[in-house]
C-alpha cells in the first residue's frame, strides 16, 4: 500500500550507460516531480507534469528524459550517464500543492 | 525570487526544546512546509502551514509563521534522540507547481 513507489532503490552504473528510474503513486495525485539531491543533502527540482503534460522543466541537461504514460506513473530516463549524476532521485507528488508525498529514493552511483 | 534559506546544523540535549529556522524570499507563497529526513531515508512530510496563518500546532510541533519577515520557524518541544535528523523547510509560490526548498538543517540531539 505504498504510496510513491521508485524502483529501483539502488543503481550503480558505468558511465555512458542509459538507465531508468521509475515511479508510481496510488494516491489520486494529479501532479507529479523528479527531484535531485546532491551529495551535500541540497533538493532541486528537476521536472513537474501535471495530467501527462509536461509544466516544469528547469535547466537539465537534455540527457535526462522524463516519460509520463498517464498521471499515475512518472519515469526517468538518463542517458550516457556521468560521474556528476550520482545523486539521490527523488519522485514525488501532489494535488494543488496542498501536500507533497514523496518516495524513498532512489541512489544513482556512476563509477 | 526563489531562495529559501536555513542554518545548516542544531545541536540539543535529549528532553530540551529544538527550534529550526528558515527564511524565504518570496512573498507569494501560498503554503510552507516542514520536511524531515533521517539518514538514507526519503523526505517525510512533518507539517504545513497555510501562508495566512500565524501558528499551527501538532502534539510535539509548533509552527511559527512571520509573513512579514518572511520567517519560518519549526519548534519540537522535549527533543528526543529519534529526532535526529535533516530537516527541510519548503515553500511552494502561488502561481506555480514548484516546491522549493532549503538547504537543509541537520539536528543532532545528545543524551
Known amino acids: 500500500d505504498t504510496a510513491v513507489s521508485q524502483t529501483p532503490k539502488y543503481l550503480v552504473t558505468q558511465m555512458g550507460n542509459d538507465k531508468s528510474i521509475k515511479c508510481e503513486q496510488n494516491?489520486?495525485?494529479?501532479?507529479m516531480y523528479w527531484y535531485k539531491q546532491d551529495s551535500k543533502k541540497f533538493l532541486k527540482i528537476m521536472f513537474s507534469?501535471?495530467?501527462?503534460?509536461?509544466?516544469i522543466n528547469e535547466t537539465v541537461p537534455n540527457r535526462f528524459s522524463p516519460k509520463s504514460p498517464d498521471k499515475a506513473h512518472l519515469n526517468l530516463h538518463i542517458n550516457s550517464l556521468e560521474l556528476g549524476d550520482s545523486a539521490v532521485y527523488f519522485c514525488?507528488?501532489?494535488?494543488?500543492?496542498?501536500?507533497?508525498?514523496f518516495g524513498s529514493g532512489t541512489r544513482l552511483t556512476v563509477v | 525570487g526563489e531562495d529559501v534559506e536555513q542554518s545548516l546544523f542544531l545541536s540539543v540535549r535529549e528532553g530540551d526544546s529544538s527550534v529550526i529556522n528558515c527564511t524565504y524570499t518570496?512573498?507569494?507563497?501560498?503554503?510552507l512546509y516542514w520536511y524531515k529526513q533521517e539518514p538514507g531515508a526519503g523526505l517525510q512530510l512533518l507539517t504545513y502551514?497555510?501562508?495566512?496563518?500565524d501558528m499551527k500546532q501538532d502534539q510535539r510541533l509548533t509552527v511559527l509563521l512571520n509573513k512579514k519577515d518572511k520567517h519560518l520557524s519549526l519548534r519540537i518541544a522535549d527533543t528526543q534522540t529519534g529526532d535526529s535528523a535533516i530537516y527541510f523547510c519548503?515553500?511552494?509560490?502561488?502561481?506555480?507547481?514548484?516546491?522549493?526548498f532549503g538547504s537543509g538543517t541537520r539536528l543532532l540531539v545528545r543524551p
Open positions: 519548503a515553500e511552494k509560490m502561488d502561481s506555480s507547481y514548484k516546491l522549493i
Open positions: 502551514i497555510f501562508s495566512n496563518m
Open positions: 494516491l489520486g495525485h494529479d501532479t
Open positions: 518570496d512573498s507569494s507563497s501560498t503554503y
Open positions: 507534469y501535471n495530467n501527462k503534460e509536461l509544466i
Open positions: 514525488a507528488s501532489t494535488t494543488a500543492g496542498v501536500g507533497y508525498t
